[in-house]
């Protein structure tokens, strides 16, 4: 069972007269969820070039400037409307993957979420406990009503993950993505503020 995860900075800044949040260090048991860095560079060039990974998030790179250049449109600050975070290894302090906001909309309080971990992590509940946090922080810091993500039909490993969290699935997004020549099937899943503050915690419960 998750527990002793805390919001280690959650202040709020104003920025130009627009409320803005500070990208978080969150933290869980097992993880640091933290901003991304320049450090952070060759891990994600590794990361996103590794088949596993870029198969179902769509991202790929050439070259490290390339890797620049996506991490910049990630850690803007003016009208941020998408941040993406690393997942740190408490006890090892390697980073092992990463957790996304993107498509926030402060009018309609949504957002969609991304997320992957390298391959040799898989299996350890370290995604679930990651997005946890993360989408805690979502409605209780971002105020959203509604998060949502897409996954391929064929990623069974993600649908678990979603399930386990509580979303629920609305439907297929026939040919929505594009990469590599090829279109993608994606579902579309999605929870609503509600239904978080009811869920309990019965996701993880029989795996503890
Ligand atoms: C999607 C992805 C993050 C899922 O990773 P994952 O490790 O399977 O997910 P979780 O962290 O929820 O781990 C769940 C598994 O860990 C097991 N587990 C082991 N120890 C555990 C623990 N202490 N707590 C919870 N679960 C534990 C669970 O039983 C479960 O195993 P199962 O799938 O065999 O039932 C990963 O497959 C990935 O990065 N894929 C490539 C990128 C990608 O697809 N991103 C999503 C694009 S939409």
Not at 12 to 17: H, K, P, R, Y
Not at 74 to 87: L, N, Q, V
Request: aromatic fraction near 12%; proline fraction near 1%.
């Amino acid at each position: 069972m998750i527990s002793g995860y805390k919001f280690l900075e959650t202040k709020t800044e104003q920025l130009s007269g627009i409320k803005m949040i500070t990208i978080p260090t969150l933290k869980t048991t097992r993880l640091i969820i933290r901003p991304l860095n320049e450090k952070d560079i060759d891990f994600l060039f590794n990361h996103y070039n590794q088949e596993e990974i870029s198969r179902y998030t769509l991202i790929s790179f050439n070259s490290i400037d390339e890797v620049k250049a996506f991490l910049g449109q990630y850690t803007a600050k003016s009208d941020m409307r998408k941040f993406k975070e690393g997942i740190e290894l408490r006890s090892t302090q390697q980073l092992i993957g990463t957790v996304t906001f993107l498509n926030w909309s402060k009018k309609d309080r949504c957002a969609e979420i991304g997320y992957d971990l390298s391959k040799e992590y898989w299996g350890k509940g370290f995604m679930y406990e990651a997005l946890e946090v993360f989408i805690r922080f979502g409605f209780e810091v971002m105020n959203l009503n509604r998060i949502e993500a897409t996954t391929n039909v064929r990623n069974e490993r993600s649908r678990k993950v979603l399930t386990r969290l509580g979303f629920i699935q609305e439907g297929i997004l026939r040919q929505k993505y594009r990469f590599r020549g090829k279109f993608s099937d994606e579902i579309i899943f999605s929870i609503l503020r509600e239904e978080w503050e009811t869920r309990g915690i019965q996701g993880m419960q029989d795996k503890s």
